[in-house]
């Protein structure tokens, strides 16, 4: 049976994912990919088409049936971005409406699904996005702020660190995964590679960086000293700008919810809501997302075709496995 749909894109850091979904809100297929930010990979146009035609071919859809796409993309902060991310979805013969967001606006969609409060994005990439009682939205890197608390952040503070010598007994196992994962078997070795600058491609070596975060927030968990003063000053500097855009609010109580990679690991997300209870501009009160990013995504393609979006709606999208978190 032939269905008018909409595709929602989340284009975050590492991976773009993507969704197609009827105008009832019954998704028909859902898509990973790679990479959709070009500063984060030089594929990121083709990684992204094939992951729309690779949504299409799994929902049984043809390129007329799209009436309208969001996608919301890492990377994307002003008009001067537009070139590069509108070439992300041009798929021949695929000539529906387009809409383009930062990749936080989607999950903010997803998460509080049009309602106030903050989201702190900590995965690949770092953003928070605050909309306010008033609709408004503000974004901490509007002033300027940013939370070193993306992925590849915590592992070159900690490998820093490292060759610092600034290890006590608590991060030898770490020290040891550290190495493991740079194939050397000494520190010795380690500052070496280190000296060569790990690898030359900057794009290679983030990527590289950010895959090593895992060693890091595990062994916070595990103890490690200096791991766990690695991931608190992270977290430190997200409470910066939660509380910059909290102060925004009319509302003495805010919500915020955390989302991405680094987030949503058991030691951030434990110090994150323990930094919550001690907010000073607002009481802040967590909560776990709605609904995925993607999710999000669907939702802003239909509210902006003027598909009216309700409990149905939403109802009959958690029935997919990936509309939640």
């Avoid at 690779?54 to 994307?76: E, H, N």
């Avoid at 408004?136 to 070159?156: E, Q, T, V």
Wanted: proline fraction near 2%.
């Amino acid at each position: 049976m032939s269905h008018d749909v909409v595709i929602g894109i989340d284009g975050g850091g590492s991976q773009t994912r993507v969704m197609v979904s009827d105008l009832a809100g019954n998704i028909l297929s859902y898509a990973v990919g790679g990479a959709s930010s070009i500063h984060k990979d030089s594929n990121a146009h083709e990684n992204v088409q094939k992951t729309i035609q690779s949504s299409l071919t799994i929902a049984g859809c043809s390129l007329d049936q799209v009436k309208g796409l969001c996608a919301g993309i890492a990377g994307y902060e002003s008009e001067q971005d537009l070139d590069w991310v509108t070439r992300l979805t041009d798929v021949e013969g695929l000539h529906c409406p387009k809409w383009y967001v930062n990749d936080s606006v989607v999950a903010h969609a997803g998460a509080f699904m049009g309602k106030p409060g903050i989201v702190v994005v900590s995965g690949t990439g770092s953003m928070i996005l605050a909309i306010t009682e008033q609709e408004m939205p503000i974004k901490n890197i509007d002033f300027h702020h940013y939370a070193a608390s993306a992925a590849r952040f915590l592992s070159y503070d900690a490998v820093y660190q490292v060759l610092a010598g600034n290890i006590q007994r608590s991060d030898e196992e770490m020290v040891r995964n550290i190495q493991s994962y740079w194939n050397v078997e000494n520190m010795a070795q380690f500052r070496d590679l280190a000296a060569q600058g790990f690898i030359a491609d900057h794009k290679e070596r983030n990527k590289k960086f950010g895959e090593l975060a895992p060693i890091i927030t595990n062994a916070a968990e595990s103890g490690s000293q200096l791991a766990q003063i690695v991931c608190d000053e992270a977290i430190r500097q997200i409470m910066v700008g939660v509380e910059i855009l909290g102060s925004f609010f009319h509302s003495d109580c805010v919500t915020v919810t955390g989302i991405g990679s680094v987030m949503n690991c058991t030691y951030m997300k434990s110090k994150f809501v323990d930094s919550l209870h001690s907010g000073k501009n607002k009481q802040y009160d967590y909560k776990p997302p709605e609904l995925s990013a993607v999710s999000g995504a669907v939702l802003k393609a239909l509210q902006s075709l003027g598909v009216p979006v309700d409990l149905h709606t939403i109802d009959s999208m958690r029935g997919h496995p990936r509309a939640s978190w």
